[in-house]
């Protein structure tokens, strides 16, 4: 982890579990966290990963600056915007493997806050959902925006921003469920470890 670049560079098979303990220890966090524990930052990288920060950095694929790929010929390439392997770098994300292995990734890293205070917004219709999306996205006062459609007429904005401090922290790791508290609360507040991990555990709620 490098504060002062900000970046940090992992093996490739370095789990955003790994990723996020080891740079939130040096108060920060890669600029866009996929929003399960097993993601590697490879596999995100070779594929495409989201949260609710690409709003503002896009793809996990485009917040990284340099990786080292394996080829199908046995070579080691470094690959950077502008070295000779540009070409691989911009054509390495959504390959799914099929143009090597990545060994190594260099990604970018924002600064964090000990907490998240979160607002979820319900809307009846998605046209004005959808409006309000393009006016967060502009206002540039949030750290986190992602939603959730239960229905056509039932939608949810989640809302989040760094806060220094919080009246209560709710965690969501095991049996309280974090979909249910979007429409049981209008406000809440999560240490940042605990948001960038609130659907982990939905992901096995969620299974059958």
Known sequence: VDPAAGTVTAEGMTTYADLVDATLAR????????????????????GVGIEATSFRHGLVHET????????GDGRILHCTPDNAQRALFH????SYGTLGYALAV????????????IEHRRYAQAARCLADVGDLVEGGDIDFLDGVAFAPDDLVLTLGRFVDAAPYASDYGFEHIYWRSLRARERDFLAT??????WDTDWFWCSR
């Not at 108060?27 to 070779?46: D, E, R, Y």
């Open 27 to 46: 108060g920060t966090m890669p600029c866009v966290v996929p929003q399960l524990k097993s993601i590697t930052i490879g596999g995100a990288l070779a």
């Open 64 to 71: 990284v600056t340099a990786f080292d790929v394996l080829t």
């Open 91 to 94: 054509g390495f994300a959504n």
């Open 106 to 117: 260099t990604a970018r890293t924002q600064p964090v806050r000990p907490f998240v205070a």
């Open 193 to 198: 470890r605990d948001f960038l991990w609130r």
